[in-house]
């Protein structure tokens, strides 16, 4: 049984040996090339205090050895690879938002504001802002959508400039950064949350317990007009801009009440009879709204940098006071008695 099996196994090695070669290798040739240079041993990096590559080939490496062979294998693959320019980078819309003199409308192509609503859902008073329709989707002009982003950025700049109150609203996920951006350099004031009915009908009652202060025309704080404050109304804003009107329908009611003008991103399922300042686009796309946020935010930025600059000029957005002034009661219209105060 043993030397049956030693001669199956030994018959198969011989059958391997005599087997016929390939017909494709019969057209190669039979001599193989021999290398006989021989090939140069890898340079070893020779630590300081080492007397010989031997003694360094033997010799553990240490931080600094591990370190220096660490730069040399980064240096050599720094140079592997290509270099891409010109990527898109979304959060630059936020942190470095364009001028509305940079506004084109490839940019406008770009962030998807010329996206609409289907056909089924439109308004019909947004008739003039359409261009056309495309696969059930209606098409926003852009052309009219530079035009206007323009005339409210020049809005939002000359508010800016005269000292007024501006107040960004955008209660949609996702809003948050851009409102807060844009108001942070116009100076003004946000709300990325619920708007709460009546802030501004009935201010006195929702806002009172908010703080107010005084500041003069550089917007240093005066800490002794605060006692004056006590009995005045709340401060309503001078301009509004909002991010999503459709939403927000109660505070561009109380807006229309109190006859505060307002902005708003305009898209074709909305209502621009509520806007004073329609900006035909889409208001479902993070990427527009954060455009358009960001360009009016870059707007209110420049009309503040010149109120302040003309009131170190001393030019002022109001009459100053020089001289002696009777301190009239703003509600009563009297002047109690010794309110005759000297102002500097």
């Not at 000029?313 to 109690?336: H, N």
């Amino acid at each position: 049984m043993i030397v049956r099996q030693l001669g199956v196994r030994q018959s198969r090695q011989f059958l391997a040996l005599n087997r016929r070669a390939p017909v494709y290798s019969r057209f190669l040739s039979s001599e193989t090339p021999v290398d006989t240079a021989t090939q140069a041993p890898s340079p070893v990096p020779i630590e300081p205090g080492s007397t010989s590559v031997a003694d360094a080939s033997q010799k553990p490496l240490n931080a600094r050895g591990k370190w220096m062979k660490w730069e040399n294998s980064k240096t050599k693959f720094n140079s592997l690879g290509s270099l891409s320019n010109d990527t898109y980078d979304p959060e630059n819309v936020i942190k470095n938002p364009p001028s509305a003199s940079e506004i084109t409308l490839e940019l406008l192509l770009a962030s998807g504001t010329h996206l609409g609503h289907s056909t089924s859902r439109w308004n019909p008073q947004n008739s003039k802002y359409i261009f056309g329709i495309r696969e059930g989707v209606h098409i926003i002009s852009l052309d009219i959508t530079a035009a206007y982003l323009r005339r409210a950025a020049k809005v939002v700049e000359e508010v800016a400039a005269r000292g007024g109150i501006i107040l960004f609203a955008g209660t949609r996920k996702g809003q948050k950064r851009s409102v807060v951006g844009a108001a942070t350099r116009a100076r003004g004031y946000h709300i990325f949350e619920r708007w709460i009915p009546g802030s501004l009908t009935n201010g006195q009652q929702i806002l009172g317990h908010c703080e107010t202060k005084v500041v003069n025309a550089l917007d240093e704080e005066l800490s002794d007009f605060k006692q004056d404050l006590a009995d005045r109304p709340s401060v309503k804003p001078d301009l509004v801009v909002v991010l999503n009107p459709v939403e927000n329908v109660v505070l561009l009611h109380e807006c229309g009440l109190n006859n505060v003008p307002t902005i708003g991103i305009c898209d074709t399922d909305a209502d621009p009879t509520k806007l004073t300042y329609p900006i035909p686009g889409n208001d479902d796309s993070l990427r527009a709204t954060n455009l358009i946020a960001g360009v009016l935010g870059r707007a209110g930025e420049k009309g503040q940098e010149r109120r302040l600059k003309s009131a170190k000029e001393g030019k002022l957005t109001y009459q100053p006071i020089t001289k002696f002034e009777l301190k009239v009661d703003p509600f009563t219209g009297l002047m109690p008695p010794g309110s005759e105060v000297k102002k500097e």
